[in-house]
């Protein structure tokens, strides 16, 4: 499945990349030998165009408006479809064509109701058999994201989530996803490509921070939703030191983003301090920072539009209608050390991603 591409330069650039990695995932999904028919839904005409000449069929869905729930069990429905692999377009930009083949034999050794995810509370993507199942829950699955949490409780479902790594965790959301990419050695040739025309100055970002990262004795502060598995695979493959400042996990799954329930001391202190204030304290004690500003974002009341979390993620700061938004990302831009921003990604898949590069 793949979404509508926003109207801003931000969003257009972030829908490439999305559909770069969409490309990727079918070339591999097609040489899987394990594979049966491939069904696509993309909202923009050119996405499907490019998908059905690799062999995808589109599907007409009646589901007005779109419910994810309600379009997955359609679709279930109307092809009887008993095993089903389903993937977010760019939920597995850098999953490799041997470890898709091994989850699609594990589910199909199973005889009970198995689903293989690639995060048990977060789901991108999903692997599973007894599909059918999906019309008793659909309406608990207003988004891809509760799927394998919800197969787990309701449907009883014996539901395996793949180990943290940058293959199973890495979703492109943001442009950071896109940005922290660049290097890995599972990136596939649409994805590789794309981040080779990419901005040199974007680029240069990640550059520094990987050099913070490999310099022995630096110091790298993580702000954001940031889980132990991050905090343990930054000690296992850096030198560093490195100050974690987590806060949030869990708020939009809790729903308390959408109550406006978000409360952040780090957020507190940026705007008691102001952006450029808080930024100048930080690098005395950091080297360089990766920071997921959505948890300050939530924090704030009014949650920017895409095109403004979108602009602010690659700097560009002229295109920002959020006066506060564009204040901090103002104060990013000129901060003296370098300092990364994104969604939960910069730091979960995309961080991992970084590592795997070092």
């Known amino acids: 499945m793949l979404p509508p591409k926003g109207s801003s330069e931000a969003e257009s650039w972030v829908a490439a990349g999305q559909m770069a990695a969409a490309c990727d995932l079918a070339e591999r ?7 049966g028919p491939c069904f696509l839904l993309a909202h923009e005409e050119a996405d499907r165009r490019a998908l059905q000449g690799m062999g995808f069929e589109q599907i007409q869905s009646s589901v007005n408006p779109f419910h994810f729930g309600g379009v997955l069990a359609e679709t279930i429905l109307e092809y009887d479809l ?3 692999a389903y993937f977010g377009g760019a939920s597995a930009p850098l999953m490799a064509e041997g470890d898709l083949q091994q989850v699609f034999e594990q589910i199909l050794q199973q005889r009970t109701p198995t ?3 690639n995060n048990l509370f977060s789901s991108d993507w999903a692997v599973f058999n007894n599909a059918r199942v999906i019309e008793d829950i659909k309406s608990q699955l207003p988004s891809d994201n509760p799927l394998g949490w919800v197969m787990q409780q309701e449907a009883h479902f014996d539901v395996r989530a793949l180990p943290p790594s940058a293959s199973s965790r890495l979703d492109i959301d943001t442009p950071t996803d896109l940005l922290l990419m660049h290097g890995h050695p599972g990136i596939g040739r649409h994805c590789s490509d794309f981040l ?3 901005d040199k100055v974007l680029l240069d970002r990640i550059l520094n921070l990987r050099h913070v990262l490999q310099t022995p004795a630096s110091t790298l502060s993580v702000i954001g939703r940031a889980s132990s ?14 100050r974690i400042y987590a806060e949030e996990r869990g708020m939009v799954a809790s729903q308390r983003l959408a109550r406006g329930e978000v409360r952040s001391l780090i957020a507190d202190m940026v705007n008691e301090f102001q952006p ?4 100048a304290r930080l690098s005395q004690m950091s080297d360089a920072v990766i920071w997921d500003t959505r948890v300050w974002m939530g924090s704030m009341g009014s949650w920017p539009s895409a095109a403004d979390r979108f602009a602010a993620d690659l700097g560009w700061v002229d295109q920002i209608s959020d006066k ?17 921003a994104g969604g939960h990604g910069v730091v979960a898949g995309g961080l991992l991603a970084l590592l795997e590069t070092l």
């Open 196 to 198: 080779r025309d990419t």
């Open 115 to 117: 689903a293989v995810v």
């Open 276 to 279: 450029s204030v808080f930024l």
């Open 82 to 84: 008993d095993h089903l």
């Open 229 to 242: 598995a991050v905090w343990r695979e930054l000690e296992e493959r850096t030198k560093i030191w490195v």
């Open 29 to 35: 999904i097609k040489v899987n030998p394990l594979a």
């Open 324 to 340: 506060a938004l564009r204040n901090l990302t103002l104060a990013i831009m000129e901060s003296q050390i370098p300092v990364v």
